[in-house]
């Protein structure tokens, strides 16, 4: 009798389960709305092809004696009758992640909410592969032409034209930038490389930035230490965590019934390690929408980043010659710069600008780190929970933890 009665309770432990969250099912437009915010979306095309969707949350529930401008010829300047627009920030995502992690909480957890109701103008972007940026002007997504790409070309395309469609948009001349993982990391590339986009950012805030990934102890990054071939094996050949719908959607269902809650949070426990700030009521919503798609390229040039503990440009091995103009596996110059050179070595002698020196350090220690990301106007490898900024440049501070900026 006793064993009828503990089969029993198990099966109705088993069977048991929590109420689903309603968000489960719905895309990012659906959440900002069913939380009561306003909702606009936006696509931008980089000067490569690739067609990038931008997210935008104009205003809170209640903050309504602000607004927001788009940038005509002649619009009058601010007076009582026409309030200030509002100060605008534009939240990056971090890697096989996308747009909906900023309000997948609850709107008094979700920075995206939070933001909003404290008077931004809250702008969400998609780096190019993830499942809310994969058009192309010429390439399909599955096609080999389409995933050439890593974090680079997030950085030297996707990005600029991220920002200059905002400020174009608002009528704002800088706007905030708040990134996560390898969103800190397009950041560090674009602001050190282009300068006329840094001067657009009036502040940046790196939340676990990242310039190389050496060190990390997950479990799950042992998988770069396989040979090329066997990580493309298991990871894919063009695409990488490509979103099956319908499998995430089975996913994130079974998470809610509790004997299977903590098997659902090994996958986030895995990739990043334990933290007791992992909301397990949210669960479902959080696999919803996770893992996303990124390019094979992209997983492999963090696989050289963890090999060589060097932040550094994608390795191309004998190609490098095509790509860098030089062979050595040591490259210091970006295509853009390799392209430059070339048109400076194709003029007369006489006519020929010494070459500037690379903007940006690279080093295995953690000192060698932080100087490096300083030199690129960013901050690097620094504790959780540290307030530690500095003034970088003329036009932007850099700060590793998030604190609220007044609005303009």
């Not at 088993?14 to 309603?22: D, F, V, Y």
Request: hydrophobic residues 35%; proline residues 6%.
């Amino acid at each position: 009798m006793m064993w009828l009665f503990l089969t029993i309770s198990c099966l109705m432990f088993i069977t048991a389960k929590s109420e689903e969250n309603p968000e489960v099912s719905m895309g990012v437009g659906e959440i900002v709305r069913y939380h009561g915010y306003p909702y606009e979306e936006h696509e931008v095309v980089t000067d490569d092809g690739y067609y990038l969707t931008l997210q935008r949350i104009p205003h809170g529930r209640d903050n309504l004696e602000s607004f927001s401008i788009s940038h005509k010829p002649g619009a009058q300047a601010p007076n009582m009758f026409c309030p200030p627009p509002k100060a605008v920030v534009l939240l990056q995502h971090g890697l096989v992640l996308e747009g909906s992690n900023w309000i997948t909480n609850l709107p008094n957890t979700s920075l995206g909410f939070i933001l909003a109701d404290a008077g931004y103008d809250v702008w969400i972007g998609n780096s190019r592969g993830n499942s809310w940026s994969r058009k192309h002007k010429e390439f399909e997504f599955y096609q080999q032409e389409y995933s050439a790409y890593s974090f680079h070309e997030m950085a030297m395309y996707d990005l600029p034209a991220t920002i200059n469609y905002i400020l174009q948009r608002t009528g704002q001349e800088q706007l905030y930038y708040v990134a996560y993982s390898q969103g800190t990391t397009i950041g560090f590339i674009a602001f050190s490389s282009i300068p006329e986009l840094d001067r657009k950012i009036k502040m940046f805030f790196a939340l676990a930035p990242i310039t190389v990934n050496s060190h990390m102890k997950s479990p799950m990054v042992r998988v770069f230490d396989l040979p090329e071939a066997l990580v493309k094996f298991i990871l894919g050949h063009t695409v990488v965590f490509d979103e099956d719908y319908f499998l995430k959607q089975v996913i994130s269902r079974m998470c809610i019934y509790p004997v299977l809650k903590t098997l659902c949070s090994l996958l986030f426990y895995l990739p990043g390690g334990f933290t007791n700030s992992l909301n397990v009521s949210r669960m479902d919503v959080y696999l919803s929408h996770y893992p996303d798609s990124t390019s094979i390229k992209n997983m492999l040039h963090w696989r050289q980043l963890y090999q060589t503990g060097e932040f550094k440009y994608y390795d191309y091995g004998s190609d490098n010659v095509l790509h860098y103009n030089q062979v050595r596996e040591d490259i210091s110059q970006s295509p853009e710069q390799a392209q430059a050179q070339k048109e400076r070595e194709s003029r007369p002698a006489s006519r020929r600008k010494a070459p500037t020196q690379p903007l940006c350090a690279s080093g295995t220690d953690r000192k060698s780190q932080a100087i490096m990301s300083l030199r690129c106007n960013s901050i690097a490898g620094i504790p959780q929970h540290t307030n530690l900024e500095t003034q970088s440049s003329a036009s932007m501070k850099v700060t590793a933890t998030w604190r609220e900026v007044p609005q303009e």
